[in-house]
């Protein structure tokens, strides 16, 4: 079973509000990865990291911001909550090139309503 | 750019029944191909995947998938049905080099009936 964490699992909070989704992985991962899945539809990658100190920008456009201090975690901010922000949000990680072909680890996931 | 089509949405399936769930990609390139699973409030969980070698695929709970480079598919089966695998049925595809992103279908719900 892979090792990967979400806080909080669920979270209602009002519009304007600065929030923050943990994600954390015990499995030594250089790769992390946020995706967003609304209801009913695809997962879009929004946000990626090759290891610690990179990030980089998804496929598809957010507002949300990420941060990689250290390898095991990978937190995303929404410096300003919307209602249009209301989603799943699910975290990865995932093995090196050669280890598993880019077998990805999902965590559980955070689904955000945004009053 | 890679895209992952799912053919049918919804799936219906009387328990103990065979089921083949269809997924169809696009690529320019070499790719992996993975079939994940997602219950309820939960995240994916990997039933699945295709690397090389043999286009017979076997994964866990009893599924398997069958890699076609011509027709650039990977169909997803499973002989006999349980209620327990009612489930979200995602395919998702990535490519060899570079961030490996996954590109994933828009899924498809299994649903057991007794």
């Known amino acids: 079973e892979a090792d990967i964490y979400q806080t909080p699992r669920y979270l209602v909070i009002g519009t304007g509000k600065k929030i923050t989704l943990e994600c954390s992985q015990t499995m030594g991962h250089d790769k992390m990865y946020w995706y967003q899945q609304d209801p009913g539809m695809e997962l879009h990658l929004i946000h990626y990291s090759y290891g610690v100190n990179s990030t980089e920008k998804g496929d598809l456009s957010s507002e949300s911001t990420v941060s990689r201090i250290r390898t095991e975690h990978f937190p995303l901010t929404l410096e300003s909550a919307r209602p249009s922000h209301t989603s799943q949000y699910l975290c990865?990680?995932?093995?090196?090139?050669?280890?598993?072909?880019?077998?990805?680890?999902f965590g559980p996931g955070t689904r955000l309503t945004v009053l | 750019a890679q895209s992952v089509t799912q053919l049918d949405s919804q799936v219906p399936v009387f328990e103990e029944a065979p089921v083949e769930l269809r997924c169809n990609y696009s690529?320019?390139?070499?790719?992996?191909l993975f079939w994940y699973v997602q219950y309820p409030n939960q995240g994916l969980q990997l039933l699945l995947k295709?690397?090389?070698?043999?286009?017979l695929v076997k994964g866990i709970n009893g599924f398997e998938a069958d890699y076609n480079k011509s027709q650039t598919s990977f169909h997803l089966r499973k002989p006999s049905v349980h209620i327990s695998d009612t489930a979200e049925y995602v395919c998702?595809?990535?490519?060899?080099?570079?961030?490996?992103?996954?590109?994933f279908g828009q899924g498809t719900r299994l649903t057991i009936n007794p």
């Open positions: 690529s320019s390139v070499s790719v992996y």
């Open positions: 998702a595809v990535s490519d060899w080099g570079g961030a490996q992103k996954l590109v």
């Open positions: 990865a990680s995932s093995d090196p090139p050669g280890q598993g072909g880019n077998e990805q680890f």
């Open positions: 295709y690397l090389s070698g043999s286009t």
